[in-house]
């Protein structure tokens, strides 16, 4: 875990997380490391975890606090931008998408106010990277009446992923939900105590094929057709890629209509 050990020997600004966060960013986060990145964090603390963060993404990444005090403004370094408003705000929104582009990244560990998530979501989640990442910490303020929240309380973010699992299922609701544009641009949702992510990406094609458990082993060749191609799908028994031997999987050329993948 590359970022919990960047946390543990934090020497820069104070960080202040729940520790089993950890495992979440180490599943959400790596594909965005080394690689051009627009990370925006709500919520700046006392700018430790923007610090991290750039370390971990390293220098292609460009990082963009939001906050409503502006004396967060000393925090800003290189990589690091740090804007002043209300998260709640979508002229302000607007106006850093239009400064800064669109972001792949946004945790929002904000206000924590029911409003303030649910709005800063609803707008920023459609416009945000088509295979962008939406976190949202310390979703358990849902349920406190200081935030706005309680138990069951409509309109907040626990209640809006609870309908968004139906979204997310229409395709194979038999008609029971009505497809949306969080249907077709989410490609999974994941809860863990305190936090909620989303995956933005195409839905992937419902198919759902019954393999007989007496089929051939060895080399025999399985037919799965995926996204209207068509895939001959060697054994694992088999694995061997292009000019060279051991594990691995490889795309050869096949009957000049069908791509064959060996696995």
Known sequence: MELWRHYLTNEGRTIHKWHHYFSAYDVHFPRFQSRPC?????????????????????????????????????????????????QSDEQFLAGLIDEFGVPDVIVDDGSHQVDDVCNSFRYLYPRMSKTGVYFIEDVYTAYWPNCGGSLHCEGSIIEVAKNLIDELNAELSRGAVAPTEFTSSTMSMHFYPGLIVFERGPSDPKVSERIPNNAPTGISARVHRLRGRVYKIRHYSDLRPAGGSGPGPTRASGDGNSPVLFF
């Open 38 to 86: 627009l990370f925006w964090e709500i919520g700046v603390g006392q700018g430790g975890s923007l610090q991290m963060l750039k370390t971990y993404l390293g220098p292609h990444a460009h990082l963009v606090g939001i906050d409503i005090a502006p004396q967060k403004r000393a925090i800003e370094e290189e990589q690091v931008a740090i804007r002043i408003g209300d």
